[in-house]
């Protein structure tokens, strides 16, 4: 019996040790915040090897903190490491159940691997969370997915509703006018991006889209329009000026093919 009572004081006093070993004291706390702290400073500088480099650090003191995974996995999706990143952010939601910035998060990173499938399941939990402050990013997330899916009509619902959310989401916009495209919709796309420059009118992408769009409806001229605007606009290096000039090449004949119709009427 005493040789019993003696293992049971023994494995208290390691399972006490053990409790003890995970609290993490105060001292090592504040110096594991204050490495996250400066590793979120390197990440604002997008300086991801350092930030990388205090967040590891923070990690050996602080392993219980949902926000540095959050972080970790932030800088592991932008060193391309999507594995890493997922790995973090489901740490950090195991921390944090309703942390939905790092449900999103683990959406992105999914979605960088083309795992469309799960990536709709992360971005599901958050546009059902009715607390989340910005449910518009995961509806646009969630609209890209469906498109990748070919689920066109689920996608223009996404999108139309991060839409309503916030009226002028650019990113929205452009998928919505791109699923439009792929439904036939062509109409439909280019009143939409004919609004949407003229609150963006100077946004390269918009005058591409309705080049496109102009061409795909044979309104030629509104697509010379639409593609010179892009080059005026454009640095010469951005390579989208590149496409406009081979888009513009390809129009003259068309173009030439007008005027002469229009002479010969």
Known sequence: ????????????ILLIGLLLGCVTDPASRKRGEASRNLGEAFMSQQNYTSALKELLAAEQLIPDDPYLHDDLGQTYMARERYDLA??????????????APAINNLGVAYMKQQNWDAAVASFNLITRNLLYATPQFPLNNLGLCYYHQQKYDMSVKCYLDALRIQPNYLPAILGLSQTYKEQG???????????????????????NDLGAL???????????????????????????????????????PRMNGRISKSAND
């Open 214 to 252: 102009y061409t795909a409806s044979k309104n030629y001229p509104k697509a010379v329009a639409a593609y010179t605007r892009l080059i005026e606009l454009a640095p010469d290096s951005s390579p989208l000026v590149k496409e406009a000039r081979k888009s513009l090449d390809a129009l003259q």
């Open 185 to 207: 919709k062509i109409s439909e796309a280019i009143a939409l991006e004919e609004e949407s420059v003229r609150t963006y009118p100077d946004l390269i992408e918009l005058h």
């Open 86 to 99: 997922i790995d973090n952010f489901k740490k950090a939601i195991a921390l944090k159940p309703d942390y």
């Open 1 to 12: 019996m005493k040789c019993n009572g003696n293992r049971l004081w023994i494995t208290g």
